[in-house]
C-alpha cells in the first residue's frame, strides 16, 4: 500500500477522491492501492527547554545560554493530534511507500518530515508538488512524482530556521527578562518580530521629535498652467517676496516644449506580500486575514498556493492561459479580447529564472461558488491583475515645459492617456501601481518663444514628518530590510534578503499586536509604552537590525538552494547566543517601568456608570446594596433573602456598565443588537425589561 498524508483533512479528502481511495477509516481514506492520511498542520514541534534538562525549567541567569547538543522533536500536547499522529504512525510501519502530499513550502515539508521523523519512518518517500488544488494539478502532479530525496535542502533551511528562532527567542528572551524585567514583565525577543517593532519604534521617535520648518515654492500661472520655479525651497519669507517682486509685471517666455510618448506597462502579478499590500491599501483587511482570504481561496481550488515571494510565472504556464482565462465567466467582458489571438509570452510575466518553488498567485479558471464577500475581494484583485497582464502597455504622452521671467526658470510637467491597454481592465477604479498614482495633468500646446502675462505667487509651506507605518507600508519595509523602495524592479531584487517570509510576516505582525508592543489608531501602527521600552533597553544591532537580519534569511535560503552549509549556520547561531549573552551579562542594570497594557485605562464616563452601580442600592429589597459577583450582580443582603440578580451576560450578549445601570434605574436598555437565541441559533435585536416582580424580560425591537 502506498500511504498519502496530506497537511489538512480538507485536502486529504480531496485526494483520496482522486486516487480512488473512498472508504473512510478512523483518521484516514483507504482505497485503489491507497491509504490517505493528514495532519493538523503542526503535530509535532522542537522540544522545550525543561524536555533536555531539570535545570532549564527554572529562569535563571546562571543556566544560559541553553545550548542543546542535539535538537529533538515532541508530539504537541493535543489529545486530537496525538491520536492522529498513532493513526499515521501504524500505517507508516505497514505501507511500502510514503507519498508526502504536504503544503508545497519549506513550512509544509518541514510539518511533514518533522511527522514521519518521529514515527520512524524507514520507506521510500515520494512528492507531491502541486501549485494548485485543481483536480487537474493533482492528477498531474500525482503523474510526476519527485523524488524526497530532492527536498532534503527544503527540509534543512526550514529545520535550520526553526532552531535558529527557538536558540535566540529561547536564550535572548529568559536573557533581557531576568536582566531588565520588571513585575514579572516576561520580554518577548525574537529574531524578525524584534527588528520589526525596532523599525517601528525608530519611524515613531523620528516622527515624535520632528520639529517642522517653514518654507516657501515660487509658482506662477501661465495659460491656465501651474508652474514651479526650479529655484526650489525658499527657508527665508523675505527671499521669497523678493523674488516675487522680481518677476511680477514681466512677461512669462516658454523656452522648451517637448511631448515624448511613453509606455506603462501592466502592474506585475501578485506574490503574498504585494497582495497583503493591496488589501491593506484597498480594504483596510490586516496582513493576516488577507492571507486567511486568499488560502480560503486556494482551499476552495480558485487560487493558485499563495504562500509565494515571486511575480513571475514558469514558462510552462504559458499555453495553459487560455483555457484559465475562458474559465473566467463572470469576466468574459476583459477576456474576450485576449482569446481572439495567441496571449503573448512577456519575459515581464513569463520567466523561468525568477520562479523557485511556485509562480505568482493566480486564479485557476474555476467558476467561484459559496464564496464570502472578503473572500470576493480578494478573488477579484487577483482575478483582474491577472488579466490585464496579457493586455497592451498604456501609451502615454509625458509633456515637460519649461519657461522663465529673465532669469528664473520654471518647469510644469503632465500626462495624457493616448491608448488606455490595460487600464482598460481596472475602467473607473485605481489601480495599486505606483505609476497609475500619477494625476493626469492635460496640457495646452505651447510655442517656443512665446510669451505672455502670468500670475506669481509665494505659497507658505511646512516640512512633513515621516508617516507612520500601516500593515502595508510594513510589510513592504520587512520585504526590504528596512529600505524604501518604490521601484519593482528592485524591490525584486532585495527579497532576497528581507526579513521573515511571505508566509510568515503577518504572523509576526499578528504577533507584536498580541503581545502589547504594538496598537493601531486607524490604519497606522503605534509602538506602546511596552514596545518602546524593550527596544530602549536592547543595546545589540543584531537582535534590532533589519539588515542583519535579512542577511540571516539570505543564508537560510541559500541553505535552501544546498549553497550553505546546514553545520556552519548552526555554528554561527552558538556563537551569536554566546556573544550575545556574554555582552547583556556585562552591561550595566536598568530599571525600566514597562506600563501594562493590558489595563487599558477606562474612559471617564465608563468609571462614572461603574462607581454608580456600586453605590446603587438593590431596587427588589431597597435595603442591601448591589454587588459585582463573578457571573451576575447580586444583592449584598442575599444571605438574608434577597435573590435580585443581573447576570453579567444575557443570551449570548455581554451587557455594559450603562445598560446594566439603566436596567435597574430606568426598568429597561436601549436596543441591544446580537442576542443570540439558544438552540435556534436566530440572533435577535431587542430590550432588557425588569419587570414588576424583579425578573429579567425581553422586548424584540
Same mark, same amino acid.
Request: glycine share 8%; net charge positive.
Given at each position: 500500500?502506498?500511504?498519502?498524508?496530506?497537511?489538512?483533512?480538507?485536502?486529504?479528502?480531496?485526494?483520496?477522491?482522486? =486516487? %480512488?481511495?473512498?472508504?473512510?477509516?478512523?483518521? #484516514?481514506?483507504?482505497?485503489?492501492?491507497?491509504?490517505?492520511?493528514?495532519?493538523?498542520?503542526?503535530?509535532?514541534?522542537?522540544?522545550?527547554?525543561?524536555?533536555?534538562?531539570?535545570?532549564?525549567?527554572?529562569?535563571?541567569?546562571?543556566?544560559?545560554?541553553?545550548?542543546?547538543?542535539?535538537?529533538?522533536?515532541? =508530539?504537541?500536547?493535543?489529545?486530537?493530534?496525538?491520536?492522529?499522529?498513532?493513526?499515521?504512525?501504524?500505517?507508516?510501519?505497514?505501507?511500502?511507500?510514503?507519498?508526502?502530499?504536504?503544503?508545497?513550502?519549506?513550512?509544509?515539508?518541514?510539518?511533514?518530515?518533522?511527522?514521519?521523523?518521529?514515527?520512524? @519512518?524507514?520507506?521510500?518517500?515520494?512528492?507531491?508538488?502541486?501549485?494548485?488544488?485543481?483536480? !487537474?494539478?493533482?492528477?498531474?502532479?500525482?503523474?510526476?512524482?519527485?523524488?524526497?530525496?530532492?527536498?532534503? @535542502?527544503?527540509?534543512?533551511?526550514?529545520?535550520?530556521?526553526?532552531?535558529?528562532?527557538?536558540?535566540?527567542?529561547?536564550?535572548?528572551?529568559?536573557?533581557?527578562?531576568?536582566?531588565?524585567?520588571? &513585575? /514579572?514583565?516576561?520580554?518577548?525577543?525574537?529574531?524578525?518580530?524584534?527588528?520589526?517593532?525596532?523599525?517601528?519604534?525608530?519611524?515613531?521617535?523620528?516622527?515624535? $521629535?520632528?520639529?517642522?520648518?517653514?518654507?516657501?515654492?515660487?509658482?506662477? &500661472?501661465?495659460?491656465?498652467?501651474?508652474?514651479?520655479?526650479?529655484?526650489?525651497?525658499?527657508?527665508?519669507?523675505?527671499?521669497?517676496?523678493?523674488?516675487? !517682486?522680481?518677476?511680477?509685471?514681466?512677461?512669462?517666455?516658454?523656452?522648451?516644449?517637448?511631448?515624448?510618448?511613453?509606455?506603462?506597462?501592466?502592474?506585475?502579478?501578485?506574490?503574498?506580500?504585494?497582495?497583503?499590500?493591496?488589501?491593506?491599501?484597498?480594504?483596510?483587511?490586516?496582513?493576516?486575514?488577507?492571507?486567511?482570504?486568499?488560502?480560503?481561496?486556494?482551499?476552495?481550488?480558485?487560487?493558485? #498556493?499563495?504562500?509565494?515571494?515571486?511575480?513571475?510565472?514558469?514558462?510552462?504556464?504559458?499555453?495553459?492561459?487560455?483555457?484559465?482565462?475562458?474559465? =473566467?465567466?463572470?469576466?468574459?467582458?476583459?477576456? $474576450?479580447?485576449?482569446?481572439?489571438?495567441?496571449?503573448?509570452?512577456? /519575459?515581464?510575466?513569463?520567466?523561468?529564472? /525568477?520562479?523557485?518553488?511556485?509562480?505568482?498567485?493566480?486564479?485557476?479558471?474555476?467558476?467561484?461558488?459559496?464564496?464570502?464577500?472578503?473572500?470576493? /475581494?480578494?478573488?477579484?484583485?487577483?482575478?483582474?491583475?491577472?488579466?490585464?497582464?496579457?493586455?497592451?502597455?498604456?501609451?502615454?504622452?509625458?509633456?515637460?515645459?519649461?519657461? &522663465?521671467?529673465?532669469?528664473?526658470?520654471?518647469?510644469?510637467?503632465?500626462?495624457?492617456?493616448?491608448?488606455?491597454?490595460?487600464?482598460?481592465?481596472? $475602467?473607473?477604479?485605481?489601480?495599486?501601481?505606483?505609476?497609475?498614482?500619477?494625476?493626469? @495633468?492635460?496640457?495646452?500646446?505651447?510655442?517656443?518663444?512665446?510669451? %505672455?502675462?502670468?500670475?506669481?505667487?509665494?505659497? $507658505?509651506?511646512?516640512?512633513?514628518?515621516?508617516?507612520?507605518?500601516?500593515?502595508?507600508?510594513?510589510?513592504?519595509?520587512?520585504?526590504?530590510?528596512?529600505?524604501?523602495?518604490?521601484?519593482?524592479?528592485?524591490?525584486?531584487?532585495?527579497?532576497?534578503?528581507?526579513?521573515?517570509?511571505?508566509?510568515?510576516?503577518?504572523?509576526?505582525?499578528?504577533?507584536?499586536?498580541?503581545?502589547?508592543?504594538?496598537?493601531?489608531?486607524?490604519? @497606522? *501602527?503605534?509602538?506602546?509604552?511596552? +514596545?518602546? %521600552?524593550? *527596544?530602549?533597553?536592547?543595546?545589540?544591532?543584531?537582535?534590532?537590525?533589519?539588515?542583519?537580519?535579512?542577511?540571516?534569511?539570505?543564508?537560510?535560503?541559500?541553505?535552501?538552494?544546498?549553497?550553505?552549509?546546514?553545520?556552519?549556520?548552526?555554528?554561527?547561531?552558538?556563537?551569536?547566543?554566546?556573544?550575545?549573552?556574554?555582552?547583556?551579562?556585562?552591561?550595566?542594570?536598568?530599571?525600566?517601568?514597562?506600563?501594562?497594557?493590558?489595563?487599558?485605562?477606562?474612559?471617564?464616563?465608563?468609571?462614572?456608570?461603574?462607581?454608580?452601580?456600586?453605590?446603587?442600592?438593590?431596587?427588589?429589597?431597597?435595603?442591601?446594596?448591589?454587588?459585582?459577583?463573578?457571573?451576575? #450582580? +447580586?444583592?449584598?443582603?442575599?444571605?438574608?433573602?434577597?435573590?435580585?440578580?443581573?447576570?453579567?451576560?444575557?443570551?449570548?450578549?455581554?451587557?455594559? #456598565?450603562?445598560?446594566? =445601570?439603566?436596567?435597574?434605574?430606568?426598568?429597561?436598555?436601549?436596543?441591544?443588537? +446580537?442576542?443570540?437565541?439558544?438552540?435556534?441559533?436566530?440572533?435577535?435585536?431587542?430590550?432588557?425589561?425588569?419587570?414588576?416582580?424583579?425578573?429579567?424580560?425581553?422586548?424584540? +425591537?
Amino acid at each position: 500500500m502506498k500511504l498519502c498524508v496530506a497537511e489538512k483533512p480538507s485536502v486529504a479528502r480531496e485526494i483520496a477522491s482522486i =486516487l %480512488g481511495a473512498n472508504l473512510k477509516k478512523d483518521g #484516514y481514506f483507504e482505497g485503489n492501492g491507497y491509504w490517505v492520511s493528514w495532519t493538523y498542520g503542526h503535530l509535532c514541534t522542537l522540544k522545550e527547554p525543561h524536555d533536555y534538562t531539570g535545570m532549564w525549567k527554572w529562569w535563571n541567569l546562571a543556566t544560559l545560554p541553553m545550548i542543546p547538543s542535539t535538537f529533538g522533536i515532541k =508530539l504537541t500536547e493535543s489529545s486530537s493530534a496525538q491520536k492522529q499522529f498513532r493513526v499515521i504512525e501504524s500505517l507508516v510501519r505497514r505501507c511500502d511507500e510514503v507519498i508526502n502530499c504536504g503544503d508545497a513550502g519549506q513550512e509544509g515539508e518541514l510539518i511533514q518530515q518533522w511527522v514521519l521523523l518521529k514515527a520512524k @519512518n524507514t520507506k521510500p518517500i515520494k512528492r507531491l508538488w502541486i501549485s494548485s488544488l485543481t483536480e !487537474e494539478a493533482i492528477r498531474e502532479g500525482f503523474g510526476n512524482l519527485k523524488d524526497g530525496k530532492d527536498f532534503l @535542502n527544503l527540509y534543512a533551511a526550514g529545520s535550520s530556521r526553526a532552531v535558529g528562532d527557538w536558540l535566540l527567542g529561547m536564550n535572548a528572551t529568559r536573557l533581557y527578562t531576568l536582566k531588565y524585567g520588571q &513585575n /514579572k514583565q516576561v520580554l518577548s525577543i525574537g529574531r524578525v518580530q524584534t527588528p520589526t517593532l525596532a523599525m517601528i519604534v525608530e519611524r515613531q521617535k523620528t516622527i515624535e $521629535a520632528f520639529k517642522p520648518s517653514k518654507y516657501w515654492e515660487l509658482k506662477t &500661472n501661465y495659460r491656465g498652467v501651474l508652474f514651479s520655479s526650479t529655484i526650489g525651497k525658499l527657508t527665508e519669507k523675505e527671499k521669497s517676496e523678493k523674488a516675487v !517682486e522680481y518677476v511680477k509685471g514681466k512677461d512669462f517666455h516658454i523656452k522648451e516644449y517637448t511631448k515624448k510618448e511613453g509606455k506603462e506597462s501592466p502592474p506585475r502579478l501578485f506574490d503574498l506580500t504585494s497582495l497583503q499590500v493591496e488589501g491593506n491599501t484597498r480594504f483596510a483587511y490586516s496582513a493576516d486575514q488577507t492571507l486567511k482570504l486568499v488560502q480560503g481561496l486556494y482551499e476552495k481550488k480558485l487560487v493558485t #498556493y499563495p504562500r509565494v515571494d515571486t511575480t513571475f510565472l514558469s514558462e510552462d504556464i504559458h499555453p495553459k492561459v487560455p483555457k484559465i482565462l475562458q474559465g =473566467l465567466n463572470f469576466y468574459s467582458q476583459l477576456t $474576450a479580447p485576449l482569446l481572439d489571438k495567441p496571449i503573448p509570452k512577456s /519575459k515581464k510575466v513569463f520567466n523561468d529564472n /525568477k520562479v523557485t518553488d511556485h509562480h505568482a498567485i493566480i486564479p485557476t479558471g474555476i467558476k467561484p461558488s459559496g464564496i464570502n464577500p472578503d473572500e470576493q /475581494k480578494i478573488y477579484a484583485v487577483i482575478t483582474k491583475r491577472f488579466i490585464a497582464a496579457f493586455y497592451p502597455d498604456c501609451i502615454v504622452s509625458n509633456t515637460t515645459v519649461i519657461g &522663465n521671467v529673465e532669469k528664473v526658470e520654471f518647469k510644469a510637467t503632465g500626462k495624457q492617456i493616448l491608448k488606455p491597454g490595460w487600464r482598460e481592465v481596472f $475602467a473607473n477604479e485605481k489601480p495599486s501601481s505606483s505609476k497609475s498614482k500619477e494625476e493626469e @495633468n492635460i496640457m495646452p500646446t505651447f510655442e517656443e518663444g512665446e510669451h %505672455g502675462p502670468h500670475e506669481p505667487e509665494i505659497q $507658505a509651506k511646512e516640512t512633513r514628518p515621516p508617516k507612520y507605518f500601516t500593515e502595508a507600508t510594513l510589510l513592504r519595509a520587512m520585504e526590504s530590510a528596512g529600505k524604501n523602495v518604490d521601484d519593482e524592479e528592485l524591490r525584486e531584487a532585495m527579497k532576497e534578503n528581507g526579513i521573515g517570509r511571505p508566509s510568515t510576516r503577518a504572523n509576526i505582525i499578528e504577533t507584536l499586536f498580541r503581545r502589547k508592543y504594538l496598537e493601531k489608531k486607524k490604519k @497606522n *501602527i503605534h509602538a506602546t509604552v511596552t +514596545g518602546v %521600552g524593550l *527596544i530602549d533597553v536592547i543595546q545589540s544591532d543584531l537582535l534590532k537590525s533589519a539588515e542583519l537580519t535579512g542577511q540571516w534569511e539570505h543564508k537560510l535560503r541559500l541553505i535552501e538552494n544546498g549553497e550553505y552549509d546546514v553545520k556552519k549556520f548552526r555554528k554561527e547561531l552558538i556563537q551569536m547566543v554566546v556573544d550575545l549573552t556574554n555582552e547583556v551579562m556585562q552591561a550595566k542594570d536598568k530599571t525600566i517601568a514597562f506600563h501594562d497594557e493590558t489595563k487599558a485605562k477606562e474612559k471617564p464616563k465608563v468609571k462614572a456608570q461603574k462607581k454608580a452601580l456600586a453605590d446603587i442600592n438593590c431596587p427588589k429589597c431597597g435595603i442591601g446594596s448591589l454587588m459585582k459577583g463573578k457571573k451576575a #450582580y +447580586g444583592c449584598s443582603n442575599h444571605k438574608t433573602g434577597c435573590d435580585f440578580l443581573i447576570p453579567f451576560v444575557m443570551m449570548g450578549k455581554k451587557l455594559t #456598565y450603562k445598560q446594566t =445601570l439603566d436596567l435597574i434605574s430606568k426598568k429597561k436598555t436601549g436596543v441591544i443588537k +446580537g442576542f443570540y437565541r439558544a438552540g435556534t441559533g436566530q440572533k435577535l435585536n431587542g430590550k432588557l425589561t425588569l419587570t414588576d416582580d424583579f425578573n429579567l424580560g425581553f422586548e424584540p +425591537g
